[in-house]
Structures are given as C-alpha cells and as structure tokens.
C-alpha cells in the first residue's frame, strides 16, 4: 500500500510516500481502509521532533475516516464495511491503509463525508473538552474563541451555539471571518485591527467574555487576561513559543488560566465526547468544514498549509 514516512524528523520535505506492506489486525485491532486523513498541527509538530522523539521510521497521522477492512480476533464492536472515523491509531493514517485499537474506531454518520470524518476527532474532541469539560460553560454565558475559522475554531463555534451560549470568534481573513459568521457566531472580529478588544468590549458592555478558548496563547494570552470578565477561564488549546503575561491582571478577576492536550482525557472523558460528537452529528449541529483536499503525497504542502495564519476549515489529505 501507499503510505507517507518519515525516516528523520525535520522540514516537510521528510515526508515521502512510499509502497510498504499492508499492516494485519491483532486481537483487539481493526483495519480501516484510509478514505481521508486530517491534517493538524500536532501532525507537523511530531515530524519536527517538537513532540519527543518518536520511533523512526513512522506514519504521520492521528485523524481519519474510512471503512472497515478487516478485524482481528475478539472485536465484536466493529465489522467489514462499515463507516468510520478514525480517533488515533497504530500505524497512522496518511496511508492507504491504517491499523487501529478497536477503542480507536468510531461510527460515522451517514450524513457526513469521509472528508468531513477526516476532521473529525482532533477538532471536535479538542473542541468540546475545552468548552464542556475543562471550561465546564454554560448557557448563557459569552466565549470568545480566539482564532476561529481553523478546525478547532469551527467546531467550538458549533458546540457553544449548540449549546446556546453566545459566541464572539475572530479570524484574520475576510474569507476565514466570512466562514465564522455562516457556521453560527453572533458576532465576529478582526483580530488583526488594532481595536478588536476594544470592539469586544462594546458588544459585552464592558464585562467581557466569561470564557475564551485560545488557539495561539504566545501572541494573545496577555490580551486575554484583560478582556475575560471576574470569575472567567481561558483555555490554551494552541501556543508555538513563549509570552509575557501580568498576573495582576488574572488576580483581579479571579481568572483561571487552564492548559489542555486532548491526549489527556481520562477514558471516561473519552466516552463522553465520542457519544457527544456522534450525536452532534447525526443532528447536524456539528459539521466539519474542509478547507481544502490534496493528494497523499502533496503531505510536505498540507504540513505548510495547516501551519500558514488566516486557517479555514481542515486539510485533508486524500489516499
């Protein structure tokens, strides 16, 4: 089968694709035939060795969505044939094929593409333990979702209108604003105009916001802690270097500053928004954008793509 590896972690350029033989399912495993995979930035972090040092050689990828090709001995959850999103994996899943843990597997709904499935677990899943179980929101209150037109962006725009909060998300683009107003947010900003906190303040009639879900807490957590209101939580889904912050400016409010990696969901968490994320999509409240589709091997220009500001929608890569 086709696959991309990396032999060295580096530039994008490390990544090739190369004909290596189709992986088997052990017991508890499920071989998923690869229709799609997402790209995130964690992909492209990991393949620059940011991530640790991962054993060489590998398959990037954690996100994907296909079909069930074959199951190992004692999986009774899944069977051949049927649709599925990919929520990790063994072999990783810029390939033609990817082997998977049966817990890794889950339903896609009908509704939903294998395109759209591809971004579906990394955004989603990250989206909804920020907003539901770290930040713990509620009806009612006022979020900020600082850089909203990327995968995690949209989806948190989603789950808080869903859950009829109200919404303020910002983008750098006329095209990646444009996107954020369409999938539901009550108000959007420029976070590239020198005034957008300013405007911000105006729509909450300057009590600012009681949650903000930050996608690049190096150029923006200082910002953040003035514009969150007394009691409020800012949660650090993103960040590529350090920042300078006054913690004054958290005392006063009483603000908490949580930092969160999906990979740290206890398998309860897990549970619970793998049943939530389905439901969502069987409803239609939650639908995942795709930005743009390329050819497996175009993997070096997707890891530039899903790194580059003014994001909109997922990268997938297509087998």
């Known amino acids: 089968m086709k696959a991309i590896r990396v032999h060295q972690f580096g530039e994008p ?18 071989l998923v035939r690869i229709k799609a995979a997402g790209v995130n930035p964690v992909d492209a972090y990991i393949r620059s060795g940011m991530y640790g040092q991962v054993p060489l050689p590998f398959t990037p990828g954690i996100d994907g969505a296909g079909l069930v090709e074959a199951v190992g001995e004692g999986v009774k959850s899944r069977r051949i044939g049927q649709r599925v999103y990919v929520a990790g994996c063994v072999t990783g899943t810029y390939a033609e094929s990817a082997l998977c843990e049966q817990t890794q597997v889950q339903l896609l709904p009908g509704p939903v593409s294998f395109a759209q499935g591809a971004g579906v677990y990394i955004p989603y899943g990250t989206a909804y333990r920020a907003l539901h179980q770290l930040a713990d929101a509620k009806r009612g209150e006022v979020v900020l979702i600082h850089g909203a037109s990327g995968g995690v962006g949209i989806a948190a725009v989603q789950m808080a209108r869903a859950a009829d909060m109200t919404v303020i ?10 996107l954020v107003h369409k999938e539901g947010a009550n108000h959007v900003l420029d976070h590239h105009s020198p005034g957008y906190l300013d405007e911000l303040m105006d729509l909450t009639d300057g009590h600012g916001v009681d949650v903000i879900l930050e996608m690049l807490a190096d150029v923006n957590l200082a910002k953040d802690l003035t514009v969150v209101r007394k009691g409020g939580r800012i949660i650090v889904i993103g960040c590529r270097g350090n920042v300078e912050i006054n913690p004054r400016d958290a005392m006063v409010r009483d603000a908490r500053i949580i930092g969160m990696l999906l990979f740290n969901a206890s398998t309860e968490e897990f549970t619970s928004l ?9 409803l239609g409240t939650l639908r995942p954008v795709v930005g743009r589709e390329l050819p497996l091997a175009d993997a070096p220009h997707a890891h530039r793509a899903v790194m580059e500001p003014g994001s909109y929608g997922k990268v997938v890569l297509v087998p």
Do not use: N, W, Y
């Not at 998300?169 to 444009?178: H, P, V, W």
């Not at 793998?274 to 069987?282: N, R």
């Open 13 to 30: 350029e490390v990544m090739t694709i190369e004909d290596i033989p189709v992986p088997q399912p052990g017991a508890g495993q499920v």
């Open 169 to 178: 998300g910002s983008a750098g683009s006329e095209k990646g604003r444009a």
């Open 274 to 282: 793998h049943h939530a994320l389905v439901a969502g999509m069987e």
